[in-house]
């Protein structure tokens, strides 16, 4: 807990950061303060972010199909069954499988996601991979949904469920990553059966309507002080009951065969499946979020020169050194070279 003075020394950063994509309400007594947010502060900042992100999507509307833009705005995702042509997807397939390249993982629960960075290195040893993410299309649905001509983080991903006795994986409540849009994608390299832990997401939750804004007033006024972790550091949790009164369609449970790709807007709710047994789930994942009330398209800074394929090398790095200096936590450790399937060692 900061103490008084501390609190008004930072209160011009406090302030600052309302300019941007910051989003924890535990964290920045401004963002959280309950009065502010029965005021309307939270949801002026999302009526804004909104606003910014429809300005940009209308200026990339050529980057992907009219009928993909439909389904976007429909349901807050697009869905690609047999995205790659079946030569294409089994070089994918074979060269991910074979590959062995620095790792790291972060327990949720009695879960655990690894993550292989695709960086300019590991992609020199992909081709086939590296073709994928360079291509127009998986390029221009990502920036699509994202809003941006962003250069999106893209890694190897494997989801093991039930390797601890834990509770359950948060990820597997309902949520909204944060206040404005942001993408994520998902191009899954193995069946996903419904007892796998399959994405799952609510059509159409990415819209704003009345009731939505309502709930977002309601929510803010009180996450600060949130027994729910996720929840209070700005994204929030909500019932599958709440979803109903909300006036959203059933959750979609994306039970999908291999080289199926999803886009999606995380503003929208979404979770993680339960498992019901011990599975193994691999996933090409990539994923973007810049600040959302920016006006311009790009100069992203994963993009530029020495940054561009060392985005996430770099990230970890810095995290790392945060955390040695006791400024920052860094969930995801190393866990030396290893390949995406290898199964894992089960601790914590």
Same mark, same amino acid.
């Given at each position: 807990?900061?103490?008084?003075?501390?609190?008004?020394?930072?209160?011009?950063?406090?302030?600052?950061?309302?300019?941007? &994509?910051?989003?924890?309400?535990?964290?920045?007594?401004?963002? &959280?303060?309950?009065?502010?947010?029965?005021?309307? @502060? !939270?949801?002026?900042?999302?009526? $804004? +972010?909104?606003?910014?992100?429809?300005?940009?999507?209308?200026?990339?509307?050529?980057?992907?199909?009219?009928?993909?833009?439909?389904?976007?705005?429909?349901? &807050?995702?697009?869905?690609?069954?047999?995205?790659?042509?079946?030569?294409?997807? +089994?070089?994918?397939?074979?060269?991910?499988?074979?590959?062995? &390249?620095?790792?790291? !993982?972060?327990?949720?629960?009695?879960?655990?996601?690894?993550?292989?960075?695709?960086?300019?290195?590991?992609?020199?040893?992909?081709?086939?991979?590296? /073709?994928?993410?360079?291509?127009?299309?998986?390029?221009?649905?990502?920036?699509?949904?994202?809003?941006?001509?962003?250069?999106? @983080?893209?890694?190897?991903?494997?989801?093991?469920?039930?390797?601890?006795?834990?509770?359950?994986?948060?990820?597997?409540?309902?949520?909204?990553?944060?206040?404005?849009?942001?993408?994520?994608?998902?191009?899954? @390299?193995?069946?996903?059966?419904?007892?796998?832990?399959?994405?799952?997401?609510?059509?159409?939750?990415?819209?704003?309507?009345?009731?939505?804004?309502?709930?977002?007033?309601?929510?803010?006024?009180?996450?600060?002080?949130?027994?729910?972790?996720?929840?209070?550091?700005?994204?929030?949790?909500?019932?599958?009951?709440?979803?109903?009164?909300?006036?959203?369609?059933?959750?979609?449970?994306?039970?999908?065969?291999?080289?199926?790709?999803?886009?999606?807007?995380?503003?929208?709710? !979404?979770?993680?499946?339960? /498992?019901?047994?011990?599975?193994?789930? $691999?996933?090409?994942?990539?994923?973007?979020?810049?600040?959302?009330? $920016?006006?311009?398209?790009?100069?992203?800074?994963? +993009?530029?020169?020495?940054?561009?394929?060392?985005?996430?090398?770099?990230?970890?790095?810095?995290?790392?050194?945060?955390?040695? @200096? !006791?400024?920052?936590?860094?969930?995801?450790?190393?866990?030396?070279?290893?390949?995406?399937?290898?199964?894992?060692?089960?601790?914590?």
């Amino acid at each position: 807990m900061q103490s008084p003075r501390l609190s008004w020394l930072l209160s011009p950063l406090y302030v600052a950061a309302l300019a941007t &994509g910051a989003k924890s309400f535990r964290d920045n007594p401004v963002i &959280g303060s309950p009065a502010l947010n029965r005021a309307g @502060l !939270h949801v002026k900042r999302v009526r $804004l +972010a909104n606003a910014m992100v429809e300005r940009r999507r209308k200026r990339l509307c050529a980057l992907i199909s009219e009928d993909d833009r439909a389904a976007f705005e429909r349901d &807050g995702f697009i869905l690609k069954p047999n995205f790659l042509p079946p030569a294409e997807f +089994a070089a994918v397939k074979r060269q991910v499988l074979s590959f062995r &390249g620095p790792a790291r !993982h972060q327990f949720q629960g009695d879960g655990l996601t690894r993550r292989i960075a695709l960086d300019s290195r590991a992609l020199r040893q992909l081709p086939a991979l590296r /073709s994928l993410v360079e291509s127009p299309e998986w390029l221009g649905l990502i920036r699509y949904v994202g809003s941006f001509m962003l250069e999106p @983080l893209v890694y190897i991903q494997t989801i093991f469920s039930q390797v601890r006795e834990a509770p359950p994986d948060p990820q597997t409540r309902l949520h909204a990553d944060a206040f404005h849009s942001s993408v994520k994608a998902w191009l899954f @390299l193995t069946d996903v059966a419904a007892q796998d832990g399959p994405f799952i997401y609510v059509p159409g939750s990415h819209r704003l309507t009345r009731r939505r804004l309502a709930w977002e007033r309601n929510a803010s006024t009180t996450a600060a002080r949130s027994s729910d972790f996720q929840t209070a550091r700005g994204s929030l949790r909500i019932s599958p009951q709440a979803v109903r009164r909300l006036g959203f369609a059933a959750p979609k449970i994306f039970e999908v065969p291999e080289n199926t790709l999803v886009v999606a807007d995380t503003l929208g709710f !979404h979770a993680r499946g339960v /498992s019901t047994r011990a599975s193994v789930r $691999l996933e090409i994942w990539a994923y973007g979020r810049r600040n959302p009330f $920016l006006p311009w398209l790009g100069l992203d800074l994963a +993009a530029m020169p020495l940054v561009k394929g060392r985005a996430v090398p770099l990230y970890w790095s810095a995290v790392d050194i945060g955390e040695k @200096l !006791h400024v920052a936590s860094n969930p995801w450790r190393r866990i030396g070279v290893t390949g995406p399937a290898a199964p894992p060692d089960g601790g914590g």
